[in-house]
């Protein structure tokens, strides 16, 4: 009887093992975000297991970065800054102009 491969559940759990020392490293604020971006991920496990073809990290990441892009546009319709009422698709909202979180860095002159 041949192998089974695993789920895209148990890949998940795997990465996530493979990253506790990552994690662990990282401030408590940080290790919230990076849990989160897991849940984003756990989210999307049909997608990630249709799409076998791909190396699973990177279907993780696709996952993690539609859920991020989600709760951006979330954000936006909160703001009352809808992209469907837009002409130009360049007056999206612009964080270069915001400033990181914990940084020292002054990104507006």
């Given at each position: 009887?041949?192998?089974?491969?695993?789920?895209?559940?148990q890949l998940i759990?795997?990465?996530?093992?493979?990253?506790?020392?990552?994690?662990?490293?990282?401030?408590?604020?940080?290790?919230?975000?990076?849990?989160?971006?897991?849940?984003?991920?756990?989210?999307?496990?049909?997608?990630?297991?249709?799409?076998?073809?791909?190396?699973?990290?990177?279907?993780?990441?696709?996952?993690?970065?539609?859920?991020?892009?989600?709760?951006?546009?979330?954000?936006?319709?909160?703001?009352?800054?809808?992209?469907?009422?837009?002409?130009?698709?360049?007056?999206?909202?612009?964080?270069?102009?915001?400033?990181?979180l914990g940084s020292?860095?002054?990104?507006?002159?």
């Amino acid at each position: 009887m041949g192998r089974t491969l695993p789920s895209a559940t148990q890949l998940i759990l795997h990465e996530q093992d493979a990253l506790v020392k990552f994690r662990r490293a990282l401030r408590k604020e940080d290790q919230r975000a990076f849990d989160d971006l897991f849940r984003g991920a756990r989210y999307h496990v049909a997608a990630m297991a249709y799409a076998s073809h791909l190396l699973p990290f990177e279907t993780m990441l696709l996952a993690m970065l539609i859920e991020e892009h989600k709760r951006i546009l979330r954000l936006e319709a909160l703001l009352g800054h809808s992209v469907e009422q837009d002409n130009d698709a360049t007056e999206r909202l612009d964080s270069g102009c915001l400033p990181l979180l914990g940084s020292d860095d002054n990104l507006v002159d």
